[in-house]
């Protein structure tokens, strides 16, 4: 079945919004048996309700490295449907999938996805900035982040998190797929300015299949992100 085969489904009288499920398939390789992920998504709804391009770019990127999540530990930020999260549990990977705390409609989607994938991940409500108990249980080997750089108000809670989870925990990585809607000039410098610096920069479409590449459009790009260590600074 092809990327984004969707199966609508009407609940409710003409008012409830309209929910569908979209299919996102990985295969191709030998080594390891091609499998899809169904996301639950809202179409009338917030943006954490429905897959967006740079997510469908992160969850390509973490097929494609998946001997590095077999048994990793990976937080996904701002995780939304979590298409990128439940990749990395498909691939043997323990997944905490977290997006703000007040979006509790965000997180129950979150839940049912899992159950529908039939996956075990965590599930935590966590605002960017905000220093609560959750944040500091965290240990991540690696961060997800899908176009979460897309309001410039929270760049700065953004690159807090991603600062403390990455000194909480030596040898983590931040890698993020965005939208260059301000110039990658911003996220330079606000990088320089947390700390961070950029290991690598990939325009999504070169390691993209020619299929999925051919569904989405705009100028997105993929970050590996590490925080410069006081020996290299």
């Known amino acids: 079945m092809e990327e984004n085969d969707r199966e609508d489904e009407h609940c409710g009288d003409a008012v409830t919004t309209m929910t569908t499920v979209s299919r996102h398939c990985f295969g191709d390789d030998s080594e390891f048996p091609a499998f899809s992920i169904s996301i639950i998504e809202n179409m009338k709804e917030d943006y954490g309700l429905f897959v967006w391009p740079c997510s469908v770019v992160l969850a390509e990127y973490v097929w494609q490295h998946k001997h590095r999540f077999s048994g990793a530990n990976v937080v996904e930020l701002g995780a939304g449907t979590s298409l990128p999260g439940l990749v990395a549990a498909k691939l043997g990977a323990r997944v905490t999938l977290t997006d703000d705390s007040t979006r509790l409609e965000v997180l129950d989607n979150m839940r049912r996805v ?109 970050a590996e992100i590490d925080h410069i260590s006081k020996e290299n600074a």
């Open 114 to 222: 899992c159950d529908l994938n039939k996956l075990e991940c965590s599930v935590l409500g966590l605002t960017w900035g905000v220093w609560d108990s959750s944040i500091f249980s965290l240990q991540p080997t690696i961060i997800l982040g899908a176009d979460v750089f897309y309001d410039s108000n929270a760049f700065d809670d953004l690159f807090a998190t991603v600062t403390f989870m990455l000194r909480n925990s030596p040898g983590s990585i931040f890698i993020t797929s965005y939208h260059n809607r301000s110039g990658h000039h911003l996220i330079e410098f606000l990088m320089g300015k947390w700390g961070l610096k950029c290991l690598k920069l990939l325009d999504a479409f070169s390691f993209l299949p020619s299929y999925k590449a051919s569904l989405l459009s705009g100028n997105i790009q993929l």
